[in-house]
């Protein structure tokens, strides 16, 4: 967490976050470590969002934790020994309640590392690389960002992390989404062939009445006239259905069949012939 700070020089060292319980935990750990209180700022800035701040400005107490940690003010690097005696998920954790976040997944996979420098970001995002993580790294208003994108390396980091509640809670958001898209497709597919069937039966109606108008069901063959008189008092019926109605029984391709025949009679009357499929 101290490597990720905001401000790492020889004189100053400001860790900074956006959430309260990073923060407090920041000052817990420097405590237990260094036997140290440090003093909680929290700043309310124009966005109505809070910053909350530690600055240790103790010249001494700024050797010491350099020493400790191996830390070198004027360039930052993970240092690997570091890490092989203790845990890397320990750290990649510590890095990311020091300048990680994730967006809500209900609205996007993403989750990121605004890192304070150029060179920490390339070895952040190469360690999460190594351990199979698609990390990326881009620039964002002065600041290095190694980001995710993915439901499955989100989900590995956060496990890696030791985030698996987190993990579980982006699984669960991941299948809702999943079933709802599915359930939305299925919707419109069959809205879309509600409106199809619907708009073929109005169009089979003003055929037949205009037939029966112009010049009689009783003028027509007699398959054609039993689908005319089906569709006349049946206008909701599926062609399915009309067809397990008629004796004998026909198919759905059947009964369409016998529909565009009645189509085509319709046609000619609109075009002023009055030809007609005899009985």
Known sequence: MLLFSRVLS???ICFQSESSVSAELFGELFRNVFGSDLDL???IRKNDTALYSYDINDVGLIADIYSKYRISASERE???EIIATNSLGVFTAGAFLACGSVNDPSKEYHLEFAVPEEKLASQLGALLRDI????KTAVRRGQHIVYIKGSES???TLTFIGAQQCTLELMNVKIYKDVRNKANRIANCDSANIDKVVNAAVKQLEDIKLIEREIGLGQLATELREVAELRLENSDMSLREIGNALEPPISRSGVNHRF???GKIAEEIREGGTRIEGK
């Open 10 to 12: 020889e004189k100053c």
């Open 78 to 80: 993970i240092n690997s």
């Open 260 to 262: 565009r025949r009645l």
């Open 41 to 43: 700022r929290r700043n």
């Open 154 to 156: 989100i989900e590995d």
């Open 132 to 135: 199979g993580v698609n990390a």
